[in-house]
């Protein structure tokens, strides 16, 4: 697996929020723009990557955990700042993604969600899909995680099916090697979102899931 580059640090600093009027609360839409509605002149995401450069460390961080449970993961992308725009953010992303151990893997993939049904899914799909789950975890110890990005939604539930039924073959060490370049799929289009709606930081929250104990595959031999 190639890496990604890692993401350059410009070397000077942006101001002040404070000396430009700006408020560095990335929950504020007024620190982008006093004017509602007013698009920003360098794309759709300069508004959100203008925020998440000068908000409080603390602050991007928790908006990170919400895209990747893994807090060295959070800590690295903040601590990189500023970004001069997406592309380097995501590369900086992958490269924090490419260093995370086996076991920061493992905590990042127990927060995980389980994909759901979307509304709408007839009964039998959503038992076929709750049967699915169930004996990933029962092989894996964590929930199944896959991209959806670029995925109409009408293809979501097949998409999930198919990709469980191809993931139960494989060995622990190959599945938790395709779980982990899933997860940083995942947060890559966490991010994008997140920029896209910069007011939303703190609504934008991950569904909690209860965590399961571990099970040791081996085990199940």
């Given at each position: 697996?190639?890496?990604?580059p890692h993401?350059g ?22 620190a ?30 928790a908006?990170?955990?919400t ?5 060295r ?43 759901v ?7 039998a799909?959503?038992?076929?899909l ?23 939604p009408?293809e ?10 191809a ?29 896209s709606h ?7 929250k ?16």
């Open positions: 697996m190639s890496r990604a993401a640090r410009p070397h000077s600093r942006p101001s002040d929020p404070a000396s430009s009027g700006r408020s560095n609360d990335p929950c504020d839409p007024r982008c723009d006093p004017h509602a509605g007013a698009p920003h002149p360098h794309g759709p995401h300069a508004c959100g990557l203008d925020l998440f450069n000068t908000a409080p460390h603390a602050a991007v961080e908006a990170l955990l895209c990747c449970g893994s807090r993961w959070a800590r690295r992308v903040a601590d990189h700042r500023p970004y001069p725009g997406l592309d380097a953010l995501l590369a900086a992303a992958d490269e924090a993604s490419y260093d995370l151990s086996p076991a920061e893997i493992s905590d990042a993939l127990a927060g995980e969600p389980s994909p049904a979307p509304a709408g899914a007839p009964p799909a959503r038992t076929a709750t049967a699915a789950h169930a004996a990933y975890e029962s092989s894996f110890g964590h929930a199944f995680v896959i991209s959806l990005d670029g995925r109409r009408e979501y539930l097949d998409h999930v099916l198919a990709g469980i039924r993931r139960l073959s494989h060995d622990p060490d190959h599945e938790r090697a395709v779980a982990a370049d899933e997860l940083r799929r995942v947060a890559r289009a966490r991010i994008v979102h997140l920029l910069p007011q939303g930081h703190r609504a934008a991950k569904p909690t899931k209860t965590r399961k104990p571990a099970r040791n595959p081996a085990k199940n031999a």
